[in-house]
T-cell receptor
Framework: GAGVSQSPRYKVAKRGQDVALRCDPISGHVSLFWYQQALGQGPEFLTYFQNEAQLDKSGLPSDRFFAERPEGSVSTLKIQRTQQEDSAVYLC??????????????FGPGTRLTVL | GENVEQHPSTLSVQEGDSAVIKCTYSDSASNYFPWYKQELGKGPQLIIDIRSNVGEKKDQRIAVTLNKTAKHFSLHITETQPEDSAVYFCAASMRRNNDMRFGAGTRLTVKP
């Protein structure tokens, strides 16, 4: 079946612009995660949804970052007033179970954001 | 919180040789240890995982071992092929999914 998809795959923004990154998880997956991956590093957790509820946003680096999943499927990560340090690959992952069990996360291809 | 260290950062082997990547973790409560392979321009893909109730798991040319006492786990790839060339990440988490922590990655190059 279809995997996790993300759009756009590449995004170039001028400093100060707002951006919106979309994630389509695997159908039926309860959990959805956003990660930030800097060049040459492993993914770092940003936020987690169980259905439409955002249960953990402790990894969001500032209040310029906002994520939502209003209907419990598609999610959007929004970054306001982008800064150069926001340049990274933003990965979305989904898993079938809720947070009460540890389960496999399936990653999308990521969105590479470059802030000029 | 959990801290995962991964070594080596780069690894170059000849086709047909074995490759071993090692990770250590800090939190003894961690109980799930996946390994991901990431190719250029793609997201991480799960290749194998192990839970804390077993010490070893094998899937064809790939195996993972876990030493809970020492808090380290390793990925073993045998009979390496050029298509195994990629960046490999280990990760560790406790029962909740949202505390998964990744290592910094190992760039594996398999020379034909």
């Amino acid at each position: 079946g279809a995997g996790v998809s993300q759009s756009p795959r590449y995004k170039v923004a001028k400093r100060g612009q707002d951006v919106a990154l979309r994630c389509d998880p695997i159908s039926g997956h309860v959990s959805l995660f956003w990660y930030q991956q800097a060049l040459g590093q492993g993914p770092e957790f940003l936020t987690y949804f169980q259905n439409e509820a955002q249960l953990d946003k402790s990894g969001l680096p500032s209040d310029r970052f906002f994520a939502e999943r209003p209907e419990g499927s598609v999610s959007t990560l929004k970054i306001q007033r982008t800064q150069q340090e926001d340049s990274a690959v933003y990965l979305c992952a989904s898993s079938i179970e809720d947070w009460s069990s540890t389960d496999t996360q399936y990653f999308g291809p990521g969105t590479r954001l470059t802030v000029l | 919180g959990e801290n995962v260290e991964q070594h080596p950062s780069t690894l170059s082997v000849q086709e047909g040789d074995s490759a071993v990547i090692k990770c250590t973790y800090s939190d003894s409560a961690s109980n799930y240890f996946p390994w991901y392979k990431q190719e250029l321009g793609k997201g991480p893909q799960l290749i194998i995982d192990i839970r804390s109730n077993v010490g070893e798991k094998k899937d064809q040319r790939i195996a993972v071992t876990l030493n809970k006492t020492a808090k380290h786990f390793s990925l073993h790839i045998t009979e390496t092929q050029p298509e195994d060339s990629a960046v490999y990440f280990c990760a560790a988490s406790m029962r909740r999914n949202n505390d998964m922590r990744f290592g910094a990655g190992t760039r594996l190059t398999v020379k034909p």
